[in-house]
């Protein structure tokens, strides 16, 4: 059963197309699973269409309307690339939710944890998917800026909780936690990052400086 969900903020951005697109993927990906996040975000893009339609008409002239029209063929296209960054991402989270996982380039950063990088994706330092085994737990870490997570499978619990498949939460910067993957299987979780978590414990941190590396 999901129990942690984005905020209300995180919902309205979503609704108005301003979330980064990493972002926009893991708030999709719950919404798959998550009836009661689809009915707030149906009501907001309700809300939002009926604040269009009750605007009140402005007034343009007719050169600001030139303008207007002149920079249409200057626009950056980068909505159209964004779009398909957001539709390939969503395609690998799919294939990650139904366990293909075996071709994602991991890197083994304990025992218990290995990491996939999934690309440059805008808006965001890191994108990637953290496996952690069953029973087993990530390092204490701090955070620098902010970590969205979705949990795709299994589950974890940690200092503030306990989450399972479908749970959303956000991490902000200066956070410190010690996850730990619950019994019962594997744990696997997409995070999106400001900035690469750094271990706090003095026998991990030799570990930080290949936290920087991007997987090939």
């Not at 999106?192 to 991990?204: A, D």
Request: glycine share 8%.
């Amino acid at each position: 059963m999901i129990t942690h969900h984005p905020d209300s903020n995180t919902l309205v951005e979503f609704s108005s197309g301003t979330l980064p697109v990493a972002h926009s993927v893991c708030v999709s990906t719950h919404l798959d699973h998550c009836s009661d996040c689809r009915s707030k975000l149906a009501k907001l893009d309700d809300l939002g269409g009926a604040m269009l339609e009750s605007g009140p008409a402005e007034t343009v002239s007719s050169s600001v309307f030139d303008a207007v029209m002149m920079r249409l063929d200057e626009v950056s296209p980068e909505p159209a690339a964004n779009d398909a960054t957001a539709s390939s991402l969503s395609w690998m989270v799919k294939k990650i939710r139904s366990g293909e996982t075996a071709d994602l380039n991991w890197r083994r950063v304990t025992k218990s944890l290995r990491i996939a990088n999934l690309g440059d994706v805008p808006g965001a330092s890191e994108v990637s998917l953290y496996h952690i085994a069953e029973g087993g737990k990530i390092p204490q870490h701090n955070h620098s800026g902010t970590e969205m997570t979705l949990v795709l499978s299994g589950g974890f619990s940690d200092e503030t909780g306990t989450y399972h498949a479908g749970d959303f939460l956000v991490r902000e910067a200066g956070d410190i936690h010690a996850p730990t993957a619950l019994p019962g299987g594997d744990c696997i979780c997409l995070a999106v990052l400001e900035s690469p978590l750094k271990f706090t414990r003095w026998h991990y941190r030799w570990l930080n400086p290949i936290l920087q590396l991007r997987a090939g």
